[in-house]
């Protein structure tokens, strides 16, 4: 027969258990929440932002690719405002999309988006014809300055998009 001692000590352990069961059930929940949470941002950062930059950046490759191909085909330097209009409009579609979705950047891709900045306010103001175009000369201002930022873009995406490669695997094994 269980005495009194036996029956409390068993009510114990099982609201014990309960009780236990709940918090490991609650902390479980949380986890897999902010585990959620961080997977949509990451999802976000790339659907929003990174991707739509990379493509522009393509793009912008691709125009540079083509100019270089007809100055090489002529033998001449052929860089006309056409080109580097069609370029000033991804570089300006580039700025738009950072300024809209600053908050979506890591930290190495707000640090490099100044030069952008700087970039398309000098050349679209020669373009205007609103500075000398000399000025772009003497501030020595190149494509190449961006080469960073490029870099940044190209690198962040690959890491974002590995850590929703980690995330799936996860699901799938569990």
Known sequence: MI????????????????????????????????????????????????????CILNQV?????LQDRVAGEFSVHYESDRWKNERMSCYKEMLEILQEKFWL???????RFQKLIQYVEIWERALNR????????WLNVREAELEPLYKDLEQTSRNLRS????????????
């Open 163 to 174: 850590k929703l490669t980690l995330k799936d695997r996860r699901c799938c094994l569990t």
């Open 105 to 111: 950047a890591e930290d190495s891709t707000r640090e």
């Open 61 to 65: 490759g691709a125009l540079n690719a």
């Open 130 to 137: 609103a500075i000398p175009v000399e000025v772009i000369g």
């Open 3 to 54: 005495g009194i001692f036996e029956t409390v000590a068993l009510a114990l352990i099982a609201a014990a258990s309960v009780i236990c069961g709940i918090f490991l059930w609650a902390w479980l929940s949380r986890r897999n929440d902010q585990q959620q949470q961080m997977f949509d941002l990451t999802e976000k950062q790339l659907e929003e932002l990174y991707s739509p930059l990379l």
